[in-house]
């Protein structure tokens, strides 16, 4: 436990060291960054929360008006944040500070500060179990924040990726980002049912709508593998995708994109033949990637450059930067 936990300050100390390379060029304004907690369109579907590693707040970009419109307080280093599928409460991991925020999705007011194992990192929400799991790079078990009382649990399986629910599909899939592993658990005792291999460190995954093939960012093995869901099982590698780190497909199952965080580059992927057709340059550190809900465009963030990179799916291209505050982590979407 000890070796991973090294393994695993030492890979995140990398990621915030380069960031800090970059710190003196932030402007006086990304510095000391000021959004209101209170906005117009607060809690409306459709909006994009950005986690700040760095910081202590989530900020709120609405990608129809094209710029960033508030903020939600959180604790040290929020790392990724979701709404409920209700709409009335949202959830921040904080990495640092160890701890859960949950908040009045109305008003953005801190409902509790919920204590769980160190690091936290990923959210899922399982809403007919009042329940929210939480994933943690430190190699700790599953906790699960019983969302009627903000209670917490801990499971024994030790998940240390991003946890996505295929509800169609009866399992969630958690791909192990320190070790060669998807696993998958059951959508009711969140046990481990089941392993596929896949070597390299698979960071992150995208699937196609309808749940029949997965798309899994492998950073050691510089590819994204294609999944097909019934049978558990790596069907075609996508190789010379260079630090793949983020992914998401895209709405009408055309497109792949793939973020290299190492390379500075996001690689494009046409699922019709599964081959890479481009790769955009101009990146900074780019981390996540996410489209906006009318599916017209990608957004990135680009952690080095503290903005928001926004990419037309019709051209293919880069459109536009949006300064934000520092070290913007991971993206979340209120897709409701």
């Known amino acids: 436990m000890k070796h991973l936990n090294f393994i695993l300050l030492a890979f995140f100390s990398i990621l915030l060291c380069s960031c800090a390379v970059e710190k003196e060029k932030y402007t006086d304004e990304q510095k000391n960054y000021v959004l209101p907690e209170q906005y117009e369109k607060i809690s409306q579907p459709g909006l994009i929360y950005v986690s700040h590693i760095s910081n202590n707040f ?13 903020k939600i307080p959180s604790g040290s280093g929020a790392d990724v944040s979701i709404i409920s599928s209700d709409g009335t409460k949202g959830y921040i991991a904080n990495f640092h500070s160890n701890d859960v925020t949950v908040y009045d999705n109305k008003t953005n007011k801190t409902i509790a500060t919920v204590k769980c194992a160190e690091h936290p990192f990923a959210l899922l929400e399982i809403p007919g179990l009042n329940k929210v799991l939480v994933t943690h790079q430190s190699g700790t078990p599953i906790d699960i924040i019983n969302t009627n009382d903000n209670t917490v649990t801990s499971l024994g399986e030790i998940c240390t990726g991003p946890m996505y629910d295929l509800k169609n599909k009866g399992k969630i899939y958690v791909p192990q980002i320190f070790t060669p592993y998807i696993f998958i658990l059951d959508p009711v005792t969140f046990h481990i049912t089941k392993r596929i291999e896949t070597p390299g460190r698979p960071m992150a995954m995208a699937f196609t709508t309808d749940n029949k093939f997965g798309y899994l960012a492998n950073f050691d093995s510089a590819e994204v593998a294609k ?110």
């Open 58 to 70: 989530v900020s709120v970009f609405d990608p129809a008006e094209m710029k960033l419109i508030g």
């Open 227 to 336: 999944i097909d869901i019934d049978k558990d099982s790596v069907i075609l590698k996508i190789k010379n995708i260079h630090s793949p780190r983020g992914i998401t497909v895209t709405p009408d199952n055309k497109y792949v994109l793939v973020t290299n965080v190492v390379d500075n580059s996001l690689t494009i992927i046409d699922i019709s033949t599964d081959t890479v057709i481009k790769t955009l340059y101009g990146l900074r550190m780019p981390t996540w990637v996410l489209t906006t809900k009318d599916g017209k465009y990608a957004v990135v963030s680009n952690q080095g450059a503290a903005s928001l990179a926004i990419i037309d799916l019709a051209t293919l291209e880069i459109t536009k930067s949006i300064s934000t505050a520092e070290n913007p982590i991971s993206l979340y979407l209120d897709n409701r």
